[in-house]
Every structure is written in C-alpha cells, then in structure tokens.
C-alpha cells in the first residue's frame, strides 16, 4: 500500500471516483489551493462511464456508449480546454425505420425518405404554414390541429418513435445545438488522466472507497451513489443498466451516423459506431449495439437514475441525512442521483468548488492568519 495513504494526514482530501466529477473536484483542489488529494476509483480505468480506449484496430472506442461533447457554456468549454484538444466532431443521429436511417430528431427533410415525395411536399408546405420556422413540435400540438395530414403524421410518429418523439421545423441535422461541441482528440481517458496529472494528486485505481476510509480526511467528496456510502440505510436507489455488445465488420462504415436509434426493436436500443467520432482511415469498423438492462447489484454498472417520483424522495431523504456531516460532500451523476451531461457535471463540480469549498478555505486562511 502507498505512503499517503497508510499514514494519517489530516491535510490530505478524499476523493472517491475518477470519473469526470471527481477528476473536477481534485484538480481544482490540487491547482487553485494546493491542497493534497487522492483519488480512489473501484474501476481499473480513468473517466468514469466517459471512458474510452483504443482497440486493437486503433479504433478509439467508448465502452459505455457514445459520449460526445456539447455545451453552450463558455466557462465549462474553457475549463475542459485547458486538458485536451477537441476535433471540431458535430452529432448527427439517425432513426431505422422501415430499413431506412431517418435524421434523428426528425426534420422536414426526414419527411422526405419517409414519405411519397407528393405527401412530403404538402405536409411541408402545411407545417410551415402553421408553425414557427426553428420551432420543435409535439404529436399532441399536431392532433390537436383537426387537420388529416397531421393527424396521419402524428400517428405515424406515435407508432414508429414513440409519444414523447417531436419533429423540427426545419432541415437542420444536428442532435444538439449547443454552441461548442467536439471530442477530445485522444479520448475523454486521456483527458481525465491529463486533469489529474499533478504532484498533489495520487490516484488508486482498482480501489473501492471502503478499503481507504478513515477519519482523518480534510474532506471527502463522493461520486458513487449516495445510498451505498449509507450503506443503504433507507434503502436503495434504483438505476436502469446498460449492456453493449461489441461487433466487428470489414467494410468501411456499418451506418451513416455515429448512433441510429431502433424505437421499434425489442433487441437493442441503438447502435454505436465509433469511426464517426474520429475520421479514422482504418479499414474496417466496429459497432457496438446498446441494450438497455435491469441494474441488479453486484452484478452490472448504475448507469441511468430512475428519476420517479417515490425514487427522488428516497434521494432527498439520503441528501437531508447527508448534511449532518461535516466536510461531506455528493457530486455526479450518482452522487446526486441525475442525468448529468459531462457539462453540466464540470458545471456542478466548478460551482460546488468555487462557491462552497474554496469560499470556506478562505474563511479559513483569514482567520489562522
Ligand atoms: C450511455 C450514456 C451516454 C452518455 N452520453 C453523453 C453524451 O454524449 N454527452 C454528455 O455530455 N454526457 C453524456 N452522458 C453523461 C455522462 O456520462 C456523465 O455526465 C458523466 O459520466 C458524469 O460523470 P461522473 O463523474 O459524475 O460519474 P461517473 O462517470 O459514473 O463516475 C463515478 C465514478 O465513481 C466510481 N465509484 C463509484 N462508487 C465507488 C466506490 N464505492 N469506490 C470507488 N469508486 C467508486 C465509479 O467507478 C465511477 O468511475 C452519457 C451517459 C450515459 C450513461
């Protein structure tokens, strides 16, 4: 076992995850007050389920599914900056339907490989007539219009992608608007490791957090889920999992877009094709088709938060709980029981640095002084 962590040192911050949470939280704690940290993560691996590696194609693969980068946050595109360089990667995805890959969300121009040219033409005509250009429309809006071309088109969007599917007045194919979007050139693992490269940081891959506890921790910042630091006291949280099944092909691409989604499968959910994501010449390509699974314990990773009703008040009731704590904080996707985007978890990790920790370090200078 290493030094630091044999040897009591009430200076030293503890935290539990090297996913991007935590690879926030101590590189900010090492960089801006110099302070000592060890990282501990249960995985054999940096970034957290933003991990990715490179196969031996040299196909850069996201073992989690894809993850790509969008924000329309300056402050967070910055901050990441400062760790990796991002290719200039836009997000295009796609429905399979009816054997065709469709621009997901749908568009005007989805209207057209899925319909008679004719039909296209009016239903076009008719939705820009009755909606704003730009504007994202819903089946209920569509019903509610007492027309028999938009009751058509929103029964057809009910049936193939589900109720909760919109179509977007335009021809605009981006998944995502935000104004930064990119990958990091070498991968999210990469960028991790590079967050985390410094001569305060020690991290313990391999690791759970329960073999490295004592008291004598500064403070301890947690990105599992919140109900296992409790030791499941008020019972645990649900999570839907996530299985992926790694295929190889010998053709160029497998699909036009980095993920075509299948919403009329039973099988799997989506597939993945990474080569998209990094313009790679290789021959050859590798998908992975996503299939979503129950999460049981022990026995396959906490991917998505259960975010019901009965499951939020289990969360808050661990959160209260939590703040009878000192020096104890929850962060993450898990440790905050959310479905963060890796913006919007730096965002979180940054605020929670800046406005609490280093707020209160400062307190803490001034009065010694
Ligand atoms: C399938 C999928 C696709 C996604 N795609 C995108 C996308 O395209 N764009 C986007 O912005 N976001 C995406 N996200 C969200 C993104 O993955 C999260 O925002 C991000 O991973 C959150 O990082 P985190 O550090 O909070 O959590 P995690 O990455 O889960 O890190 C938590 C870490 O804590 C460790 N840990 C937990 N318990 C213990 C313990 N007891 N002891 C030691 N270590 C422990 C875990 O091993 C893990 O490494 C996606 C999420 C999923 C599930």
């Not at 979007?181 to 759970?208: A, F, R, W």
């Not at 889920?225 to 999570?239: R, V």
């Not at 962060?331 to 965002?347: C, P, S, T, V, W």
Request: charged content about 30%; hydrophobic content about 35%; proline content about 2%.
């Amino acid at each position: 076992m290493k030094k630091w962590i044999s040897e009591k040192h009430d200076g030293l911050n503890l935290v539990v995850g090297a996913g991007i949470s935590g690879a926030v939280i101590a590189e900010r704690l090492a960089n801006a007050l110099g302070e000592k940290v060890i990282v501990v993560d249960k995985k054999k691996h940096f970034a957290g389920i933003c991990y990715d590696y490179v196969d031996k194609n040299g196909i850069l693969i996201h073992k989690y599914g894809s993850h790509i980068f969008h924000t329309d946050n300056r402050k967070v595109w910055d901050y990441v900056k400062q760790f990796s360089e991002f290719n200039s990667y836009i997000h295009k995805s796609s429905v399979a339907v009816e054997g065709k890959e469709v621009s997901f969300p749908l568009n005007i121009d989805a209207l057209y490989d899925l319909f008679p040219q004719s039909f296209a033409v009016r239903l076009e005509h008719k939705l820009l007539e009755n909606f704003k250009y730009n504007s994202v429309v819903g089946i209920c809006t569509l019903t509610a219009f007492n027309d028999d071309d938009f009751e058509f088109l929103a029964e057809y969007i009910y049936e193939n992608f589900g109720e909760v599917a919109e179509i977007r007045i335009n021809r605009d194919s981006r998944m995502f608007n935000d104004k930064f979007q990119g990958i990091p050139s070498q991968g999210y693992s990469v960028l991790v490791e590079n967050m985390l490269k410094n001569h305060n940081i020690e991290v313990c891959l391999n690791t759970d957090y329960k073999y490295m506890i004592h008291k004598d921790f500064k403070r301890i910042f947690f990105t599992g889920s919140i109900d296992e630091f409790f030791n499941y006291k008020f019972g645990m949280l649900p999570y839907d999992s996530i299985e992926f099944q790694i295929e190889e092909y010998d053709c160029e691409n497998y699909q036009s877009a980095g993920v075509v989604n299948y919403p009329c499968t039973q099988d799997f959910e989506r597939i993945h094709e990474f080569k998209h994501y990094s313009k790679s010449r290789i021959n050859g390509t590798v998908i992975a088709k996503e299939y979503r699974r129950e999460y049981v314990y022990g026995e396959n990773d906490r991917i998505y938060p259960v975010c019901k009703d009965e499951n939020l008040k289990l969360y808050r009731e661990y959160s209260a709980y939590a703040t009878a704590y000192k020096n104890l904080y929850f962060l993450g996707r898990l440790g905050r029981y959310k479905n963060l985007k890796m913006d919007e978890a730096i965002f979180e990790a940054l605020d929670l640095f800046e406005n609490v920790i280093e707020k209160k370090a400062k307190i803490e200078i001034k009065e010694n002084i």
